[in-house]
Antibody, heavy 119, light 109 residues
Framework: EVQLVESGGGLIQPGGSLRLSCAAS????????MSWVRQAPGKGLEWVSV???????YYADSVKGRFTISRDNSKNTLYLQMNSLRAEDTAVYYC?????????????WGQGTTVTVSS | QSVLTQPPSVSAAPGQKVTISCSGS????????VSWYQQLPGTAPKLLIY???KRPSGIPDRFSGSKSGTSATLGITGLQTGDEADYYC??????????FGGGTKLTVL
């Protein structure tokens, strides 16, 4: 079964760091494009980052220079390293597989992990 | 402020039809494919429509999508109470930067 399971969320003080993990099963992370999407409380979806199968990475302007997307091929796991966290980073973070047919779309989603940035 | 514009809410009675619009520009919808996602209360989003009008396996044909120019539309027929959810449109540009709509809350009266 194709599945994504996030972990690593929690309560963190402003300026702190956190690393989110997303364990995949049923497919190979390194062979796919993978993305992080977040949703602030009561708000809509916001794209955060993507990593290509070739290893190239891209970020939303709101997190550029603070967040780093990466993967561990041996663990079939995607990561999001979040540094210099701000209150506005408070959200549920979803990892998702970016699929392609004629265009790109998020075909598989994890259940999400909650990050709360507060003192 | 979301890049794509959706109505905040729509409502209709059970068994009726509803449409949800998603408006963008030539830099997003106009030159890229649109996908739609359903987010039931308290759950993660789920793919509903991809490539403007294709349904993944398991999605009933009560759900349909279309695109014209810089706008897209999600249609739901035969409304059921279980369709009450937030619906999001999304598109990806050539650099794989995604844009989402602000979401539309569907209420089945």
């Amino acid at each position: 079964e194709v599945q994504l399971v996030e972990s690593g969320g929690g309560l963190i003080q402003p300026g702190g760091s956190l690393r989110l993990s997303c364990a995949a099963s049923g497919f190979t992370v390194s062979s796919n494009y993978m993305s992080w999407v977040r949703q602030a409380p009561g708000k809509g979806l916001e794209w955060v980052s993507v990593i290509y199968s070739g290893g190239s990475t891209y970020y939303a302007d709101s997190v550029k220079g603070r967040f780093t997307i990466s993967r561990d091929n041996s663990k079939n796991t995607l990561y999001l390293q979040m540094n210099s966290l701000r209150a506005e980073d408070t959200a549920v973070y979803y990892c998702a597989r970016l699929d392609f047919w004629s265009g790109y779309y998020l075909g598989v989603w994890g259940q999400g992990t909650t990050v709360t940035v507060s003192s | 402020q979301s890049v794509l514009t959706q109505p905040p809410s729509v409502s209709a009675a059970p068994g009726q039809k509803v449409t949800i619009s998603c408006s963008g520009s030539s830099s997003n919808i106009g030159n890229n494919y649109v996908s739609w996602y359903q987010q039931l209360p308290g759950t993660a989003p789920k793919l509903l429509i991809y490539d403007n009008n294709k349904r993944p396996s398991g999605i009933p044909d009560r759900f349909s999508g279309s695109k014209s120019g810089t706008s897209a539309t999600l249609g739901i027929t035969g409304l059921q109470t279980g369709d009450e959810a937030d619906y999001y449109c999304g598109t990806w540009d050539s650099s794989l930067s995604a844009s989402f709509g602000g979401g539309t809350k569907l209420t089945v009266l």
